[in-house]
């Protein structure tokens, strides 16, 4: 559900620039996942989607972001 006060801003017209709903709706997302991560609610979080290659061609993305992974000795 999407909160009130962006629900009644999109109802009236007012600042409806895509770019700016699309960063405070990521940014909400992003705060949700780091609080259940580290509340411990989950274990992990992953971000899932389709890497765009062709009209006919997508391929299913899976990157961990939390907890980060260790660097990989060289």
Do not use: W
Request: hydrophobic share 45%; net charge negative; glycine share 2%.
């Amino acid at each position: 559900q999407p909160k009130d006060h962006i629900a009644k801003r999109l109802c009236l017209g007012l600042d409806f620039q895509p770019q700016v709903l699309i960063e405070h709706f990521a940014l909400e997302v992003a705060n949700n996942a780091i609080q259940d991560f580290t509340s411990g609610e989950v274990d992990a979080v992953y971000l899932v989607y389709n890497k765009y290659n062709s009209v006919l061609s997508q391929t299913p993305i899976l990157m961990q972001m939390l907890p980060f992974a260790k660097p990989e000795k060289a």
